[in-house]
């Protein structure tokens, strides 16, 4: 079964320019060759701290911003070698949802007017009756009644907001969906509530997610498997439930120690790294990890940087130790 996404050697770097004649003083590797695979009907976590990649990732692979390099293929199509006009087309097929629902909503029109919008673009309704039915249907699936339809987003809590965001994104009847950290700007209960709401969306409409978020506990339960990234690279990949019990990257092991486990009795013992995530600017030489890794063997970590190759079935890891 061929794979609905296939993101291959995906780079992208940006210059920073700056001085006097405004040359490129720097280069920030933001993602730095990230390679895998999403199923139909998967949803594969995308984990790491803040500035490692991930959301660049995300919007390369909707072409939201250009890759430096590399290819993505989406439904048999090389996405990175489509035109503006077939780009246009493929909105239909991939969304995306941003961690903030305020910022990415128009504060001067109403809901319906906002996920009505991509009806219109997309000309999917004949009538104006069928129009408003389908922005009716669309609210009623998100868990919101029909009559915030004249509303504006001002007016709707972060959880609400969200799910007004996810009817906009389901107006297109889209195949896969990236949740660019949708709930992490939730509170905890409300997360619960927009992630139940994303699985039963997914068992409905047979959607497939890109789903990324900054720590391990949020995917935990919703992902089929997960990769986690540092400073632009995938270092490891394996089925959820396998990461989450036999993780082989130290720092997947030092991700998954500050997980709270609801099991007093099992207590992980914190890893606490060395340091700050390094910028991207000039990253580390090797082994990206090699300046913060509790585990590592000198000179080889500095010098030579690692693969990520398999180990077992589907369980991926890039270090020079562990596999
Ligand atoms: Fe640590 Fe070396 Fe493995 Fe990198 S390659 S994670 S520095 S042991
Ligand atoms: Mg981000």
């Known amino acids: 079964n061929a794979p609905l996404l296939r993101v291959d050697k995906l780079v992208k770097h940006f210059g920073i320019k700056g001085g006097f004649l405004g040359r490129e003083q720097a280069r920030v590797h933001a993602v730095d060759g990230v390679t895998f695979e999403l199923a139909a009907g998967e949803t594969l976590g995308l984990v790491g701290e803040s500035g490692c990649?991930?959301?660049t990732t995300?919007?390369?692979?909707?072409?939201?911003?250009?890759?430096?390099?590399?290819?993505?293929w989406f439904d048999g199509r090389e996405v990175t070698a489509l035109g503006k006009t077939e780009l246009r087309a493929l909105a239909r097929d991939m969304q995306i949802i941003f961690q903030d629902p305020y910022a990415s909503l128009n504060p001067r029109m109403t809901v319906g007017a906002i996920i009505g919008e991509a009806l219109t673009i997309h000309k999917l309704t004949k009538t104006r009756a069928d129009y408003e039915a389908?922005?009716?249907?669309?609210?009623?699936?998100?868990?919101?009644?029909?009559?915030?339809?004249?509303?504006?987003?001002?007016e709707f809590s972060g959880g609400q907001r969200q799910r007004i965001g996810i009817a906009r994104a389901l107006a297109v009847s889209p195949k896969l969906i990236v949740c660019d950290e949708a709930v992490s700007a939730l509170d905890v209960s409300i997360q619960a509530q927009v992630i139940n709401l994303l699985e039963d969306l997914q068992a409905k409409f047979n959607l497939t997610y890109l789903f990324i978020a900054h720590d391990l506990s949020v995917v935990e339960h919703t992902s089929?498997?997960?990769?986690?990234?540092?400073?632009?690279?995938?270092?490891?990949?394996?089925?959820?439930?396998?990461?989450?019990?036999?993780?082989l990257h130290p720092y997947t092991e030092a991700l998954l120690s500050a997980v709270p486990i609801p099991d007093p009795t099992l207590k992980r013992k914190?890893?606490?790294?060395?340091?700050?995530?390094?910028?991207?600017?000039?990253?580390?030489?090797?082994?990206?990890?090699?300046?913060?890794?509790?585990?590592?063997?000198?000179?080889l970590c500095a010098s030579e940087s690692p693969e990520l190759k398999q180990s077992s079935d589907g369980h991926w890891v890039a270090c020079h130790l562990r596999g």
């Open 53 to 55: 990649g991930k959301s």
């Open 58 to 72: 995300g919007r390369c692979i909707l072409r939201l911003i250009e890759p430096t390099s590399g290819q993505v």
């Open 224 to 247: 089929t498997r997960v990769a986690v990234m540092y400073l632009g690279r995938i270092v490891e990949i394996a089925s959820s439930r396998e990461l989450y019990s036999r993780p």
């Open 270 to 299: 914190r890893i606490m790294l060395q340091g700050d995530v390094p910028s991207p600017i000039n990253p580390p030489t090797g082994c990206h990890f090699h300046t913060r890794c509790p585990v590592k063997q000198l000179p």
């Open 134 to 154: 389908r922005i009716v249907d669309l609210l009623e699936t998100v868990g919101l009644s029909a009559d915030h339809l004249r509303r504006y987003p001002h």
